[in-house]
């Protein structure tokens, strides 16, 4: 029997007439193939669409999550027939999650009370204002495909792209997205930032470092890790939140450095709590094992933290680019480090 091999085009996500167009090798034109064989997917729209951007992405799908929505050009996801008996045939195969058109969630979640209680989930596949495939699917990426494993070291560059396709496709500030961060992305980012500071900066040995805490805590850790320091003066102002985070930061360090959380005053008194604050923390520490973070602060806390510097000291940049989200583009961070 002869195997036919075509080629998946992807017009959905830019413009429209897509579906599964056969090589032109193949020569199917002259063929009874050509007749209907690639005209359209149907129901499979989302698992197939989905399917082919996980693989472009390199990530593996999760088998326990399926979907029958089909793609219409003015309204988005679409009802597609004989939803009842696809339902069943995914419980059968062992099914944790069932993606339908949002017009079909009622009818999926009345069968699965009735037939299979609280054995599948149903996840709705609303439209967006304008239609937009890739906006519609791009939730539920992380949803179809398993959850990559660790980059094995800062060589293993394969394994960090996998890993950070699989972080964009996460809801932004969902929670989920920054414990993925922080156990998948962090360790290589931080060493490849140790890597690139270590053949610039021989000499650079730091033990104490000094950052401001934000409401993103996983950045201070970062950047720490990065330095290597042992060290941490956490700062932050009194607000309740940044406290936390400080704290949340400090417990995030353990194992690898010593956090010290410290609170400064946000008004007249800011240059001189921050000055008394670094001048305690680094007592008796020789300058050239010190380096102050000028990432994490505002304008203003910045200029008192280079204010506090010793000559000998190091400062310490790291410039990133930022998603459209506000999150950080992982694998975009340039290490900048000089001496006061």
């Known amino acids: 029997m002869a195997q036919v091999r075509g080629i998946a085009v992807l017009d959905p996500l830019f413009g429209a007439g897509w ?4 090589d032109p090798r193949l020569a199917l034109d002259r063929t009874p193939l050509a007749d209907d064989l690639f005209e359209t997917v149907e129901s499979g ?5 989905g399917g082919l951007i996980a693989a472009v992405q390199r990530l593996d799908l999760d088998p326990g999550v399926w ?3 089909a793609w219409d050009e003015r309204s988005g996801p679409a009802e597609v027939a ?6 069943a045939v995914a419980v059968e195969f062992g099914a944790r999650m069932f993606a339908v058109a949002i017009r079909q969630r009622a009818a999926a979640e009345d069968w699965v009370a009735a037939n299979v209680p609280g054995r599948i989930t149903i996840l709705p596949v609303p439209s967006t204002i304008p239609v937009d495939p890739w906006a519609v699917l791009r939730e539920y990426l992380s949803k179809f495909t398993r959850e990559p494993q660790v980059p094995a ?4 560059n394969d394994g960090f792209q996998c890993c950070r396709q699989y972080y964009l496709n996460l809801p932004a500030f969902s929670g989920h997205d920054s414990r993925f961060y922080r156990s998948h992305l962090q ?5 490849r930032c140790r890597v690139a500071i270590r053949d610039r900066h021989p000499a650079f040995a730091a033990t104490h470092f000094v950052t401001v805490v934000s409401k993103s805590p996983e950045l201070a850790v970062m950047l720490a890790h990065a330095t290597a320091a042992t060290n941490c003066l956490l700062l932050h102002t009194p ?3 940044l406290a936390e985070s400080a704290e949340h930061c400090r417990r995030l360090l353990e194992g690898r450095a010593a956090g010290i959380p410290t609170p400064f005053s946000t008004g007249a008194e800011m240059g001189e709590d921050i000055r008394r604050a670094v001048e305690r923390f680094t007592h008796g520490v020789p300058p050239d094992r010190v380096v102050l973070d000028l990432k994490s602060a505002t304008s203003k806390m910045k200029y008192w933290v280079a204010r506090a510097a010793r000559p000998g000291n190091w400062l310490f940049n790291l410039e990133t680019t930022f998603l459209d989200d506000r999150r950080n583009d992982p694998g ?3 290490p900048e480090l000089w001496q006061a």
């Open 19 to 22: 579906g599964l167009q056969p």
């Open 45 to 49: 729209w989302a698992s197939l669409t």
């Open 67 to 69: 979907a029958s929505v």
């Open 82 to 87: 004989g939803l009842e008996e696809k339902l």
């Open 153 to 156: 070291s800062v060589e293993d």
């Open 187 to 191: 360790p290589f980012i931080a060493g």
């Open 239 to 241: 607000e309740g939140k």
């Open 332 to 334: 975009t961070e340039r």
